[in-house]
T-cell receptor
Framework: GQQVMQIPQYQHVQEGEDFTTYCNSS?????IQWYKQRPGGHPVFLIQ?????EVKKQKRLTFQFGEAKKNSSLHITATQTTDVGTYFC???????????FGTGTRLQVTL | DSGVTQTPKHLITATGQRVTLRCSPR?????VYWYQQSLDQGLQFLIQ???????AKGNILERFSAQQFPDLHSELNLSSLELGDSALYFC????????????FGEGSWLTVV
């Protein structure tokens, strides 16, 4: 079935370095959402992108939706230890109701 | 606090047994989703209900079933449990059937021994 792939699976950076995770789909998406799951926690909604080429910013986080609406990225500038966690993209696939999560990118930040 | 309540938080049971996980959605939300997250794994979509009716189904095993009641709370029933069913089971809710943000509960940790 429809899959939403994310790369990398894991990234370890030093505090202050930038980080980017990429989300790719083989089919066109109506929208894409991003969630963050802290270690031991539950996924928390960050943002939703709807329009082709859309770019949204939340402080140090920049989210992009590709022109073809098949890929998306999350970029964190100058990471902090509070950014540690797993970042998931999610998209409605198959039936409109089914929200499929990407494979996730686990971010580790050390001092 | 997302407003989604799941019980129990932790559960340890033996192989072959049956358990029921319970979820109360956020006030006003009509849609409930169930996801399974195994250790170091992603979020696997199991099933979704909207206002009492099944709306979407993922790779949910035949040994698993769910329902949403008139008061909108939902239960996920897991039977003939196997070791591989050990996982964190999340419930999430949203207002509409699709296209909007979903809010996750804190999850129910199931350990099958």
């Amino acid at each position: 079935g429809q899959q939403v792939m994310q790369i990398p699976q894991y990234q370890h950076v030093q505090e202050g370095e930038d980080f980017t995770t990429y989300c790719n789909s083989s089919t066109t998406l109506s929208n894409i959402q991003w969630y963050k799951q802290r270690p031991g926690g539950h996924p928390v909604f960050l943002i939703q992108l709807v329009k082709s080429g859309e770019v949204k910013k939340q402080k140090r986080l920049t989210f992009q939706f590709g022109e073809a609406k098949k890929n998306s990225s999350l970029h964190i500038t100058a990471t902090q230890t509070t950014d540690v966690g797993t970042y998931f993209c999610a998209a409605h696939t198959g039936t409109a109701s089914k929200l499929t999560f990407g494979t996730g990118t686990r971010l580790q930040v050390t001092l | 606090d997302s407003g989604v309540t799941q019980t129990p938080k932790h559960l340890i049971t033996a192989t072959g047994q049956r358990v029921t996980l319970r979820c109360s959605p956020r006030s006003g939300d009509l849609s409930v989703y169930w996801y399974q997250q195994s250790l170091d794994q992603g979020l696997q979509f199991l099933i979704q209900y909207y206002n009492g009716e099944e709306r979407a189904k993922g790779n949910i095993l035949e040994r698993f079933s769910a329902q949403q009641f008139p008061d909108l709370h939902s239960e996920l029933n897991l039977s003939s449990l196997e070791l591989g069913d050990s996982a964190l089971y999340f419930c999430a809710s949203s207002i509409q059937q699709s296209g909007n943000t979903i809010y996750f509960g804190e999850g129910s940790w199931l350990t099958v021994v």
